[in-house]
Every structure is written in C-alpha cells, then in structure tokens.
C-alpha cells in the first residue's frame, strides 16, 4: 500500500542573519512549491533493501542494501547524495529495524525549487511536473529549500513504513528531519528551512544548537552510546519557537526571480567576520533590524487593507536594517540593483513592498501585494522588463500548511 507526502519550499521574509541566533524571531512563509515522497513497499523481501528514484532528472535512481543501522549507508552504483543518505541513517539509527524491507521511494519536486530551462512537462495521473535534461546537481536551484523539502519528505515517508500513525507527530518528523539535514550539510544551521518543510508557516526562533552537537559528538567519541542519545534527543522537547503563522487576507507573496545568484554560504561567513570583527557596531545594526523584524510580525497581524502605512514603513525598516548591514559589513545583502528593483516595484499600485528574502544577494526578491493588484504588478513590469532589471515572477504563492498526507493515486 503507497503512501504519499508533500512539503513545502520556503521564504525567509524577516531574519536573515539574525535567525542563526536563539535570541531573535525570524518570519517564514511556507510556499506552494512541494516536495513530494510516495513510499511502496514490495510484497516480498528477504533483505533491506531501498530504492529511491527522482525521475525528474537524468541519472536520477539512488540504490541501498542496508547492511547495519549504525552507519551511513553506501549507494551500490557510487552515485552519492548526501541528503539521502543522511536521512536513511538518522532514520534507520532511530528507529532500528530488525526485520527485512524492501521500499521503493518515487520523489517529485513543483516547478519553483529549480531553473526551468530545458524542461518538458509530463502529466502524471492529476499532477503535473517539469522534467529536466541534466542531472540534479547540475540543475541551478532557485533558493526555496529544496533540500530540507527533500529531508522532510523522505523522512515522513520512512516513518511512516517503519513506525505507522507515528508520522502524524510533527515534533518527531522535525527532530529527526533536523538532525539528518545538519548530518548531510556537516553542520548546524539554523534549521528554518527543515522548520518550516514540517510545520509551514511560521514565526521561527531556533533551537539550541548543541542538542544536535551532542549527538553528532556522541557518534564521533562514544559510538555504542550513539543510539540511545540520538533516541532521546529526538523524543526530548527541543524548546524552540514554531508558532504558526499566515500572511493577512488580500495579501500576496510574489517572489520574483533575477539572473545572476550568489551563494549564501559566503555572504554568511563575510557578515559572520564582520561581526566577529566589529562586536560593538554590529550589535546595534542587529538591535536594530531584530526591532524592524518584530514591528513586520505585529504589523501583519495588525493588518488594514484600508491603511497600507504601517506596514510599508515597516518593510522600509527591515531594508534600512539590511542596507546597512551591506555597507558596514561589505556582504551584497541588498545590492544596488535590488534597491533600484525593490524601490521601482513600491511605486506600483497596490504593493505594500519587498525584501531581499533569506541572506539576501542577487538572485531573488520578495514582494508583498493587495490581491487585486498582483496582475498590474505582473503586467507592469513585463512591458518594461530591462527598467525592472528582467525580473520573473514564480508561479507560486503561500500555502501555509507544512507536511501533508496525499493521495497517492495522484502521481
């Protein structure tokens, strides 16, 4: 018997750099881009055994024979995935199986998560998705979280098999999906991306990073000890902020997409130095954007269609915030261009304003826009793309709900 799942991309609207720290809120909306899992298990099975096929992309099929619980598992062909695998091993120390399995896992991802060029659309039996003519490390992702998406997914799916009804605990799913996402990555991230894959929209403060420093410790010194600290810090409550959230009604999230990405990792470790470097005046520009981060959540749930100022002005203090970040710390968060961008799209009818999502750079914008507006918005900017610097927009919008249940007839 099949069993499906999807999870959702996401937008970090306010928190960027701040939200590594447990200190501060960050605001993350959960989009319609998903990730899909469908499970099937064969009749019989004499050993364990797991194939896992993303027939979206070339060379897509990742084969293992489980032969122990205690490490990670080896792809038969050599085609690595760090991300697979990592969730394979979390999942399989927890859990600890003793019988014999054999699972056959079909993954598909919406059309957001990656570069659309190249592609040819297949139907399948009520969803449609975009198949590519490379291979999935050669695909240009487009920054919604793709790999925790894939990590929350396949991670439902497994317990879903091994341990039925339990994956209706999205606590579980999430501490077990956060602990394989910094596996795969080799380090501790601030976990909003895997967050927001499970729970979907939320007001995110993160947890303490050495409940997961303990167990990857415990692996590295102590391996007998490994499995029983890995089960108590998934069933352990981890004390962090999820609290959920949606955008207000009438309002649109567009996220607008712009050629020339940059990488993330670098633009954190040079804020990073910056910080290191200059503890005193990086503390202030961090007071200062945590009080513009907080006046956007309030202003939101405050929100009237009637009187779009609030708001506005508090999207204008979270770029003031950002801005100076850039200056000080020499990182493009908000680069000229999207300034230019950012200020051209306000002055359109009907738009509240936007932000350079997540750490910010080149490659994205976040928009916020009165419903009615969202076409003029559209239009506006395609009849003068090189004045909106070529901006696109991606089809998708908030779907605030995390993981969810499909039908697996539908694939």
Known sequence: MSKAFSAPGKALLAG???VI???YNAYVTALSSRMHAIITPTTTSTDRHIIIKSPQFV????????????????????????FLEAVLFIVLAYIQPESTYDLNIDI???????????????QLSKKKFLYHSRAINEVEK???????????????????????????????????????????????GSGFDVAAAIYGSIIFRRFQPEIIDKVFHTLETNHDEFTSVLKSTVESNWNFKHTPCSLPKGVRLLMGDIKGGSETPKLVSTVLA????????????????????????????????????????????IRKGL???????????????????????QLIDGCIGGVVPGAGGFDAISVLILEESVDTLKQTTESNKE????????????????????DAKDY
């Not at 999205?170 to 990555?185: G, R």
């Not at 006046?295 to 269609?305: D, E, G, V």
Request: aromatic share 8%.
């Open 59 to 82: 060379n897509g099929q990742w084969e293992y024979t489980i032969t122990t619980n205690l490490a990670p598992p080896k792809e038969i062909n050599g085609n690595n995935n760090p």
């Open 108 to 122: 598909y991802s919406d059309p957001g998560y990656h570069t659309q060029e190249n592609t040819t659309v297949k």
């Open 323 to 345: 801005q100076e970040m850039t200056e000080k710390s020499g990182a493009p968060i908000e680069p000229p261009a999207q300034t230019d961008l950012l200020d051209k799209c």
């Open 142 to 188: 487009t920054g919604l979280g793709s790999s925790a998406g894939l990590v929350a997914v396949v991670t439902t799916a497994l317990v879903s098999y091994f341990k039925p009804g339990q994956e209706a605990d999205k606590d579980l799913l999430h501490n077990i999906a956060q602990i394989a996402h910094c596996y795969a990555q080799k380090k501790i």
């Open 274 to 317: 910056w910080k290191r470097a200059q503890p005193e005046e990086s503390s202030v520009v961090y007071a200062n954007l945590d009080g513009a981060n907080n006046n956007f959540i309030t202003q939101l749930q405050n929100f009237n269609p009637q009187d779009l100022t609030p708001l506005q002005s508090a999207i204008q203090q």
């Open 21 to 23: 720290d447990p200190i």
């Open 387 to 406: 004045y909106y610097h070529n901006v696109t927009w991606v089809d998708l919008h908030e779907e605030s709900e995390g993981i969810v249940l499909e």
């Open 16 to 18: 960027g750099y701040l």
